[in-house]
C-alpha cells in the first residue's frame, strides 16, 4: 500500500491489523523508537468523549439513546448495533472517520518529524480514509490468539468477538495489502521489538534513538 512520499510532509509508517493483533503494541514499540505516533483509536475517544466534537452529529443521527447520561457516546451500546446493522455502522464512520482523519493531519503537522506513525485500526476498511501511507505494517497473528487476546482484556463473549472480527477486513486481505508483515503470535514482547528494530533498519529510517525500550504492557 506504499504511496507517494511528498517531499512537503514526513514519511508516514502505517500500522494495522485486526482486532487482538497486537497493532497498539508494534505501534508503541515504534514510539520507544522516538518516532511519533499518531494514534486514531485516542483521537476517536477524544472526539466521541462529552462535549466532543463528534457528539452533535452523532446525538443527531442516532438520537440520545446512545449517549450515556455524562452525555459520552455508549461505547458498548454502540458496538452492539454496528456489528448487526452495517447502516448504522457507514453513518457513524462517515461522521468520524473524516473528522479523524483531520485531526491526524492537524497532529503530523505538529509533530515536525521526518518519520511519523500512524495507528490506524480500520485503515483498510475506512471508505473515507485519504491519507497516502509511504509503508504499510500489517501486524499479524492467527484467529484463535486474536480471539483469546481480546476475550481476556475485554472480558466479551466469544460471540461478541466473532461479531467484531466479521466486520473486519479478512486476514488473507490484510496480508495482500501490507508492505511489510509483522507476525505476533506466540512471541515475546522482546522478540517483537527485536522485529521492529529490524524493520526500522530495513526501511533506512533514521531512528532518533539507538533502540526501541518500552515497558511490558497487554498486547492489543
Request: aromatic share 2%.
Amino acid at each position: 500500500m506504499a504511496g507517494n512520499h511528498a517531499s512537503h510532509r514526513p514519511f508516514r509508517l502505517g500500522v494495522t491489523g485486526g482486532i487482538g493483533s497486537g497493532k497498539s503494541t508494534v505501534a508503541s514499540l515504534l514510539g520507544a523508537c522516538g518516532f511519533p505516533v499518531l494514534d486514531a483509536d485516542a483521537v476517536s475517544r477524544s472526539l466521541t468523549q462529552a462535549g466532543g466534537a463528534a457528539i452533535a452529529p452523532i446525538a443527531h443521527a442516532f438520537g440520545p439513546t446512545l449517549l450515556t447520561p455524562q452525555g459520552a457516546l455508549d461505547r458498548p451500546a454502540m458496538r452492539r448495533l454496528i456489528v448487526t446493522n452495517p447502516e448504522a455502522r457507514a453513518r457513524l464512520e462517515a461522521i468520524l472517520h473524516p473528522m479523524i482523519e483531520r485531526e491526524l493531519r492537524s497532529l503530523e503537522r505538529a509533530a515536525t518529524a521526518k518519520t511519523v506513525v500512524l495507528d490506524v485500526p480500520l485503515l483498510l476498511e475506512s471508505a473515507h480514509w485519504s491519507m497516502d501511507i509511504d509503508h504499510l505494517i500489517v501486524v499479524d497473528c492467527s484467529v484463535s490468539t486474536q480471539i483469546e487476546r481480546v476475550r481476556q482484556r475485554s472480558g466479551l463473549s466469544d460471540e461478541e468477538v466473532h461479531a467484531l472480527l466479521a466486520i473486519q477486513t479478512d486476514r488473507a486481505t490484510r496480508l495482500a495489502h501490507a508492505d511489510s508483515i509483522l507476525l505476533n503470535d506466540g512471541c515475546t514482547i522482546e522478540a517483537l521489538r527485536q522485529d521492529v528494530e529490524a524493520l526500522v533498519y530495513r526501511l533506512g529510517l533514521s531512528s532518533p534513538r539507538t533502540a526501541c525500550t518500552v515497558p511490558l504492557a497487554p498486547q492489543a
